[in-house]
């Protein structure tokens, strides 16, 4: 028996903003979960596969329109004529008060119930199906803690959206533990909401299969799902596949050896050439960091919008449309002796104490932080800024420190 496990698919999500980046694949982003959906529908069909569970979050929120759940219900339709079953929950973004909208879906779906842990078998598979979803947005209540026991004699799956421990970046939603997961002494559990692919346990197998489409740069990498093959009750092979069109990476490139900026580009396009092969035919949204102690700093940083458009065109010339950079961020430092420059009677010799002090004070950071996120920014800004923890205040003081004393000093040689 073979099944597909998938989760927060989050159909027609919004693009953040997206659309004021020049150059941005705007279109084959907005797309891109329906197309993941289908590429899912089309490796149930293709692998043969008796079963595909959801875990949570087909839907972003309240549908803008019906075309939203039109499409769903197109796609299961598909695997109903190819004789393939669905068993779906609700997560925190589609829970029952966050729908207003509704369809009829086909009769191949069961919808697992949101007001009590229920078990839905498939006597001709030989599988029992365990699972509860949210009627609210906000559950803080271990579901797990009330999933039925296992039946005797079936491929017992158990179906959760779910942040177990707590996961950076997810709300900790129905949150519990792995030994609770374990202790119901099923064959496989299926977890949703965490949207990186994680393995949490191969005895029994606790898996959370991550989102089939990354939406925008905190979910960079291949995005998939995850097919399992059982045999006589046991667990035979869980594989990811991947099920993304569109893919978002973070290039880092380290030019501290280039004797001088124009070489910048070259080690770039060799950067490049590597992502775009490894996304075989996929659009990609890069977003590149130049990183690096190096005598080019100088130049790079008085000038970066000309070194933007440089690094712009060579994306062109390795990918075409098909290969877009998001950002350029430069990261790199001047070849200058900061310890010698820290000990200078002069304002940048305060400048770099300052920050350096900075740098280690946590309490000071702290109270940046809440600074920061105490601000009513708009949500892609807030997002372009990525500043939520400390350490991301340190990356940015750094920035910072090495655009000024640039400025100030002119050329790192010259320090």
């Keep these: 028996m073979r099944f597909v496990h998938a989760s927060d698919l989050h159909l027609d999500s919004p693009l953040r903003g997206l659309a004021r980046y020049e150059g941005a694949p705007v279109e084959a982003i907005r797309g891109a979960t329906r197309l993941a959906l289908e590429q899912i529908v089309e490796l149930c069909i293709g692998e043969d596969a ?124 129905a949150p519990c533990s792995i030994e609770t997961l374990k202790n119901l002494a099923y064959d496989y559990f299926a977890l949703g909401h965490v949207h990186q692919r994680e393995v949490l346990s191969e005895k029994p197998w606790v898996v959370f299969s991550g989102n089939p489409q990354g939406r925008h740069m905190a979910e960079t990498g291949a995005k998939g799902v995850t097919l399992v093959q059982t045999e006589e009750q046991r667990v035979i092979s869980v594989e990811h596949r991947d099920t993304d069109v569109v893919r978002f990476e973070q290039l880092k490139v380290e030019v501290s050896s280039v004797r001088a900026a124009e070489e910048v580009p070259e080690r770039v396009l060799l950067a490049l050439e590597e ?108 997002e372009m800024a990525s500043i939520s923890t400390p350490d991301d205040l340190r990356a940015v003081l750094g920035d910072v420190q090495e655009m000024l004393l640039a400025r100030l000093l002119d050329h790192a040689e010259d320090a």
């Design 50 to 173: 008796q079963l595909l569970l959801i875990a949570g979050d087909v839907y972003d929120g309240d549908w803008k329109d019906y075309s939203t759940g039109l499409f769903f219900a197109g796609q299961m339709s598909r695997l109903r004529h190819a004789g393939i079953r669905v068993v779906m929950l609700r997560g925190n973004h589609d829970a029952s008060s966050q729908i207003t909208r509704h369809l009829r879906l086909p009769d191949n779906v069961v919808e697992l119930s949101t007001k009590k842990p229920v078990t839905h078998v498939f006597e001709d598979i030989g599988v029992a199906v365990h699972g509860q979803g949210f009627a609210t947005r906000v559950v803080d209540q271990d579901l797990a803690a009330n999933y039925p026991a296992a039946v005797a004699g079936l491929f017992n799956i158990g179906l959760l959206h779910t942040s177990v421990s707590g996961r950076p970046g997810h709300e900790p939603y």
């Design 275 to 382: 992502v775009s092969a490894a996304a075989q035919g996929r659009t990609v949204a890069v977003r590149l960091i130049l990183s690096g102690r190096t005598v080019a700093h100088g130049a790079l940083t008085s000038d970066p919008q000309r070194w933007e458009q440089e690094l712009r065109s060579v994306a062109n010339d390795v990918g075409g449309d098909g290969l877009w950079i998001e950002k350029i961020s430069f990261r790199t430092q001047g070849q200058y002796d900061r310890e010698r420059l820290a000990q200078r009677d002069d304002a940048i010799g305060q400048l770099v104490r300052s920050l350096t002090s900075l740098h280690s004070d946590e309490q000071r950071l702290d109270s940046l932080l809440q600074e920061f996120t105490s601000l009513r920014l708009p949500a892609e800004v807030r």
